[in-house]
């Protein structure tokens, strides 16, 4: 096997962006792993599991999406540091 040139380049997959990739994909695989929600027991506060599971799941999205952003801007700005053209 040959091996890519060396450019200088820091690697595309990160640690830090596979998490970001984690944290986006996570509510999709709960949302459509369908049998793991579809029941009506455990009932909170008289709602079905089936409906407060969902619920909770757009607050779990909106906090997983907005560390995912966060993580972002830290690479973005990580990397242009990296370049040596961090302006502030």
Partial sequence: MSQAP???????????????GLCLVAPFVAM????????TDPVLIGIPFFYWYQMLWVLISTALTMIAY????????????SKGGAEQ
Avoid at 32 to 39: D, E, N, P, R
Avoid at 70 to 81: G, H, P, S
């Fill in 32 to 39: 459509l792993w369908v049998g793991s929600y579809a029941k």
């Fill in 70 to 81: 966060k993580l972002w801007q830290r690479d973005q700005r990580a990397r242009k540091a």
């Fill in 6 to 20: 060396d450019t200088g380049r820091e690697p595309v997959v990160t640690p830090v962006r596979v998490v970001i």
